[in-house]
């Protein structure tokens, strides 16, 4: 088959799963609303983000008809209701204050959560970044909303000292931001979760939250550069983690929050004495074995290539001490297999580059850049053989030179010879120049005197 046959069945195959696409979207029930040119800007969005999170947090298919001048909704009555339900509060959030019925405020996708006055210009961010930033790390929607249960009298309600944050979405998500948020609020006003805060493990067997309240002198270990740290932990354990001022909250299932806490404690407890794991019975770990002479090789200079090796693979390694006799073996822990397999493959890459370097280095063969030791041998000697023959000729040369060799007068007398030479050039080149000038003064002195002669004969013909 040429390129152009090649071209022709990839456009076959596009066009038939663009015509299955088709199908199932017009096999799914599609709602209209209705919409003017301000709301179709509106929800489209710059660039079309504000439209792309409204499909991703509703799951349904959102399409702009413009000669009806509607939003056409395709998807189950699920994703149909959900998607109704944030078009509609998007579109009251452009034309002012959103205010949430009570029949939206006991939907099951949305939280609410009340932030201080203080810091809801902290938790919005310049041109709303923080919560776009948010949504975005979460997948969710998020809304400063007025609550219909909240509004009594307008004079109570204008000095309320709180604003009332909405937030919808999955549970998972929607609880990641709310996290978020009260960390946010933590840090401008600290204490205002955390004074009365303490450890404490949920006893739900689905998703919960626990809360471990960190060691102050391990926060900053914890958290690492730009949370990093954090973000590692929770990838590898499948887990919310989240730092509310001290206090980490997992949030999870029960397996979930407990690998969480158990990676958070072994991480603390290395910064004084080395961890020993028992891994006989663990379903989130692999083992590899590692020779003494190359555990410097796999951690890196501080630790940098087996953090690259975290980040590449979301997983959480270290190195103890528990194998075959005490020797060093690396741990690879992670709740996706597939993620510590990946480690473990680029972790053994690794290695046998570093082997085959070395057996390089220990054959005499140049192609596979062996003979090194040889090269760099050569190279000594021949810097030492080229050190001696310049100190040699310093030597001959500082014996020629002497006044009481006959070398040196032998040399005098040439340099004598040469300087003589030297001088009548110099005489010579006197006496051209000055033959030169002399024959140049005489022409000017006839030129001068012809002219002379002339002027004097013109007068005396002028006279007569």
Request: neutral net charge.
């Amino acid at each position: 088959m040429n390129g152009r046959d090649r071209d022709r069945s990839r456009d076959r195959d596009r066009d038939r799963d663009r015509s299955r696409d088709r199908d199932r979207d017009r096999d799914r029930d599609v709602t209209s609303i209705p919409i003017d040119d301000a709301d179709s800007a509106f929800l489209i969005g710059r660039q079309g983000r504000t439209k792309e999170k409204l499909m991703r947090v509703s799951g349904a298919s959102l399409e702009i008809n413009e000669k009806d001048m509607t939003m056409e909704v395709r998807g189950t009555d699920r994703e149909r209701d959900k998607a109704v339900t944030y078009i509609t509060l998007v579109k009251a959030q452009r034309r002012g204050t959103v205010t949430l019925t009570r029949e939206q405020e006991e939907r099951d996708d949305i939280t609410t959560f009340e932030v201080p006055m203080t810091c809801v210009a902290y938790v919005t961010g310049k041109d709303g970044f923080v919560l776009r930033e948010m949504e975005k790390e979460w997948g969710v929607i998020m809304f400063f909303v007025r609550r219909e249960s909240d509004e009594r009298a307008d004079k109570d309600y204008d000095q309320r000292e709180f604003e009332v944050l909405a937030i919808f979405g999955e549970l998972r998500g929607r609880r990641g931001a709310e996290l978020k948020v009260m960390s946010a609020i933590e840090q401008k006003l600290p204490g205002y979760f955390t004074s009365r805060l303490e450890t404490h493990t949920s006893d739900e067997e689905g998703f919960g939250t626990d809360v471990y309240i960190i060691p102050e002198n391990d926060f900053s270990y914890a958290l690492g550069k730009g949370g990093a740290t954090r973000r590692k932990l929770a990838t590898a354990a499948s887990c919310i983690l989240e730092y509310v001022g001290f206090a980490a909250h997992l949030c999870g299932t029960r397996k979930q929050r407990r690998r969480c806490l158990e990676y958070l404690q072994w991480l603390c407890t290395q910064r004084e004495k080395n961890v020993k794991v028992d891994v006989e019975e663990r379903e989130d770990v692999t083992v590899v074995d590692i020779a003494e002479n190359d555990v410097a090789w796999v951690t890196g200079s501080k630790g940098t290539a087996l953090r690259a090796l975290e980040k590449d693979t979301g997983t959480f390694c270290f190195i103890d001490t528990g194998g075959k006799d005490g020797k060093e073996r690396l741990l690879i822990f992670a709740e996706k297999p597939d993620d510590r397999r990946r480690a473990r493959e680029m972790l053994m890459d690794r290695l046998d580059m570093k082997h085959d370097r070395e057996r390089a280095w220990a054959r005499d063969d140049p192609d596979r850049g062996g003979g090194f030791r040889r090269d760099r041998d050569r190279d000594r000697d021949r810097d030492r053989e080229w050190w001696r023959r310049d100190n040699d000729y310093d030597r001959d040369r500082d014996r020629r030179y002497r006044d009481d060799s006959p070398d040196r007068r032998r040399h005098s007398d040439r340099d004598r010879y040469d300087d003589r030479d030297r001088y009548d050039d110099r005489s010579y080149d006197r006496r051209r120049d000055r033959g030169n000038r002399d024959d140049d003064y005489d022409r000017r002195r006839d030129r001068d005197r012809y002219s002379r002669r002339d002027r004097s004969r013109s007068r005396s013909y002028d006279r007569r």
